[in-house]
């Protein structure tokens, strides 16, 4: 009988402390991440999803050579030749340091998919991962 109020008490102090804790935060851990990175994270999936892994036909003679992993604090991908991996780059796209902003440069810029290209890149920078501009 003793035994079996001990147990009793023993398992209503537990659901008493369980109670006391405090709930936990809404807002996830920092990931130790920089700005930069997770908006390049973000571009490359998207891009890569649209561009590549879609096999859209604008992009079929481009590959994507991803350098997210850049120790110099500048995460980004190039678009090269599909023929020629070591090929010089296409495109750049790249953001820096701690900030968001996405800069995107090379000669596909100035070729008539620089618009398009422009306007994706714009597009999955504020989260959209949408493969095309809704009307």
Same mark, same amino acid.
């Given at each position: ?7 009793? #008490?023993? @398992? %209503? &102090?537990?659901? &008493?402390?369980? $109670?006391? !804790? ?9 990931? /130790?991440?920089? %700005?930069? +990175? +997770?908006?390049?994270? !973000?571009?490359?999936?998207? %891009? ?5 892994? $879609?096999?859209?036909? @604008? ?10 992993? $850049? ?6 991908? +190039? ?6 991996? /070591?090929?010089?780059?296409? +495109?750049?796209?790249?953001? !820096? ?10 000669? #596909?810029?100035?070729?008539?998919? /620089?618009?398009?290209?422009? $306007? ?9 991962? &949408?493969?095309?501009?809704? &009307?």
């Amino acid at each position: 009988m003793i035994k079996s109020k001990t147990i009793v #008490l023993v @398992a %209503a &102090a537990g659901f &008493a402390l369980a $109670s006391c !804790q405090s709930t936990p935060k809404s807002t996830p851990a920092p990931s /130790g991440k920089s %700005a930069a +990175l +997770l908006a390049m994270e !973000q571009v490359a999936i998207a %891009a890569h999803k649209c561009w590549i892994a $879609s096999k859209d036909p @604008a992009f079929k003679q481009y590959q994507m050579a991803n350098e997210l992993n $850049s120790f110099s604090g500048t995460p980004r991908f +190039l678009l090269v030749p599909a023929k020629h991996y /070591g090929g010089k780059p296409l +495109l750049v796209v790249q953001a !820096q340091g701690n900030s968001s902003r996405v800069d995107v440069f090379g000669p #596909l810029m100035n070729d008539p998919l /620089g618009a398009r290209i422009g $306007s994706d890149i714009a597009r999955w920078q504020t989260g959209n991962p &949408a493969c095309a501009a809704t &009307a």
